[in-house]
């Protein structure tokens, strides 16, 4: 029987993309495995009787999603997706996307069970690897079925020493994140962070610029135009200075040009990962989840990025936005300066870890050696 490993990422195309990223690379190192990913269906669900409003489900496969899987089946088709069946009746009971990641994975767990037996009958099950999200098929994978189960964290080191943290503040504290407001917390392994920070308009100003759209939430499921969403002539006066794309870019040849000097990023894990592999600084421009303390990291930690001053409801002004992209790119300040430079090291720690006899490379070798003697 051929060697498998199963993957199991949360919804959303950013997890997606990362339980795709170390399928390709252990088949890069081990080609002899088999790979397959489950994909969550969007469930049938019933939101009359839930909370009386809107509720903002999870993105499942959406349209730009199907895309990119379909562009991984071809470029890699020693990948196997297997795309689990949708919930039957599922009723949400919060409006919290976060929860939902939480929720759906659990009501998917009858629909998972049976895909990993079936797997198993062609295919000896060497590690089934989850996202943070999805740890409530651990009971399915491990307790049940006795198959080596793997935490699969898809954001940094940092933000994981906070999640252990949790239960402390759990113990030691009587009031909310939110009601701390600037107060600063201690936590081991992370700079000090302010409370405010924990989770829970836009201006061409430079030369060669590219921006990349995202279908507003409200439209996810239709076509959109770039003219009705934009200010009226938008395009056409900026036509000299930018190109703007919808939906998406391919990020990672677009950070890996050698004319790109810098990233205005909501910092999310994945964006941050891509551009600190290539050298290329960032303006950090969080929006929610972990990216507020991905931001400390990249500002007051690691010395890559610049911050945008919010205002008070929380956005961002073009003036606050053009001062920042001015300073990073043309500007002869020492900032500038030292946050490139900050940005060159890191790089060059990356390309370290990551070739033959580097930290990251031994690291998966002794992992996948663990899975071989079973």
């Excluded at 993309?17 to 669900?45: D, Y």
């Excluded at 936590?187 to 279908?215: C, H, Q, T």
Aim: hydrophobic share 40%; with cysteine.
């Amino acid at each position: 029987m051929e060697e498998a490993i199963v993957l199991y990422p949360s919804p959303g195309r950013g997890h997606l993309i990362s339980m795709v990223e170390l399928g390709k690379l252990i088949l890069k190192h081990h080609p002899s495995f088999s790979i397959t990913i489950l994909i969550l269906s969007k469930p049938n669900t019933n939101t009359n009787i839930a909370t009386g409003s809107d509720i903002a489900l999870p993105q499942y496969v959406d349209s730009s999603t199907a895309q990119y899987i379909a562009t991984v089946k071809t470029t890699t088709p020693s990948l196997t997706f297997h795309h689990l069946p949708p919930i039957s009746e599922f009723t949400p009971t919060t409006s919290s996307p976060a929860e939902l990641n939480y929720i759906s994975p659990r009501l998917n767990n009858f629909n998972l069970h049976q895909a990993l037996k079936t797997i198993s009958q062609t295919s000896k099950l060497k590690a089934f690897i989850i996202d943070f999200f999805c740890d409530a098929a651990f009971e399915v994978s491990k307790t049940n079925l006795g198959i080596p189960t793997y935490y699969f964290f898809t954001s940094g080191a940092s933000t994981l020493a906070l999640f252990l943290y949790l239960s402390t503040f759990h113990k030691t504290m009587d009031k909310s994140f939110k009601d701390l407001n600037h107060t600063l917390l201690d936590i081991p392994g992370f700079p000090p962070v302010k409370a405010s920070d924990m989770p829970e308009n836009y201006k061409i100003v430079v030369k060669d610029s590219l921006w990349v759209v995202r279908n507003p939430p409200q439209n996810k499921e239709k076509e959109f135009n770039l003219d009705e969403i934009l200010p009226k002539g938008f395009l056409e006066r900026t036509k000299d200075r930018g190109f703007v794309v919808k939906e998406w870019a391919p990020q990672v040849a677009v950070l890996s040009h050698d004319s790109v000097g810098g990233f205005v990023t909501h910092c999310g894990w994945n964006s941050v990962l891509e551009a600190i592999c290539v050298g290329v600084p960032m303006i950090a421009w969080p929006l929610y989840a972990e990216q507020r303390l991905n931001r400390v990291l990249l500002v007051e930690e690691m010395k890559v990025g610049l911050e945008l001053k919010e205002l008070e409801d929380g956005l961002v002004s073009g003036e606050e936005l053009e001062k920042r992209v001015r300073e990073l790119m043309e500007s002869e300040s020492e900032v500038r300066r030292a946050v490139r430079e900050r940005a060159s090291v890191f790089r060059d720690g990356v390309v370290a870890a990551v070739k033959e006899g580097g930290s990251s490379h031994v690291a998966l070798a002794k992992l996948i050696e663990l899975w071989r003697q079973d």
